[in-house]
């Protein structure tokens, strides 16, 4: 996240995803919105990249991380005492900020108008977070990209990855 206030620093960009790169499972790299920042330019603008850029609402997002710094130890953790770790969201300002919640909704307009700068690739998609969710739209997607007949079981969408435990 500091590559929000020191801009793409394109020598640091390509070391770390060197180092992604060497825990990943082959061809395919999926990223998250921390390790996404690090995609080097020769990657972005490959041809033969597909970029899903996948948004979501800006309340509902600032709802979901403000519900996990109060969940989660992890997560209340660095929300608190890891500078930088949304940005803009100082130390102790989740725990002290009445009105946290409209600022996690500016770092998720933030975060979207970084990712908008992917869309230089010729295979930059973006979508909502609904529409991933519709039926049929990852069967297409799987399709398009991967060249692959993958059928994806709505029941499989509904298991949440960060669920807490």
Same mark, same amino acid.
């Given at each position: 996240?500091?590559?929000?206030?020191t801009g793409?620093?394109?020598?640091?960009?390509?070391?770390?995803f060197?180092?992604?790169?060497?825990?990943?499972?082959?061809?395919?790299?999926?990223?998250?919105?921390?390790?996404?920042?690090?995609?080097?330019?020769?990657?972005?603008?490959?041809?033969?990249?597909?970029?899903?850029?996948?948004?979501?609402?800006?309340?509902?997002?600032a709802?979901?991380?403000?519900?996990?710094?109060r969940k989660?130890?992890?997560?209340? &953790?660095?929300?608190? #005492?890891?500078?930088?770790?949304?940005?803009? %969201?100082?130390p $102790? /300002?989740?725990?002290?900020?009445?009105? !946290?919640?409209?600022?996690?909704?500016?770092?998720?307009?933030?975060?979207?108008?970084?990712?908008?700068?992917?869309?230089?690739?010729?295979?930059?998609?973006?979508?909502t977070m609904?529409?991933? &969710?519709?039926?049929? #739209?990852?069967?297409?997607?799987?399709k398009? %990209?991967?060249? $692959? /007949?993958?059928?994806v079981?709505?029941? !499989?969408?509904?298991?949440?990855?960060?669920?807490?435990?």
């Amino acid at each position: 996240n500091l590559m929000y206030y020191t801009g793409n620093m394109e020598f640091l960009k390509r070391i770390l995803f060197k180092i992604q790169l060497k825990t990943g499972k082959g061809g395919a790299v999926f990223c998250d919105p921390l390790t996404a920042m690090c995609l080097p330019k020769n990657i972005v603008e490959n041809p033969d990249v597909f970029l899903l850029h996948v948004t979501r609402n800006d309340h509902e997002f600032a709802q979901s991380m403000f519900r996990l710094t109060r969940k989660r130890f992890a997560s209340m &953790f660095a929300h608190n #005492f890891i500078p930088w770790w949304q940005p803009s %969201v100082w130390p $102790l /300002e989740n725990l002290f900020n009445p009105n !946290i919640i409209k600022k996690y909704e500016r770092v998720s307009q933030l975060k979207n108008s970084y990712f908008e700068g992917l869309s230089v690739n010729p295979n930059y998609r973006k979508v909502t977070m609904q529409t991933c &969710f519709e039926d049929g #739209f990852l069967n297409e997607l799987i399709k398009e %990209v991967f060249e $692959l /007949e993958i059928k994806v079981d709505r029941s !499989i969408l509904n298991i949440k990855s960060n669920q807490s435990t």
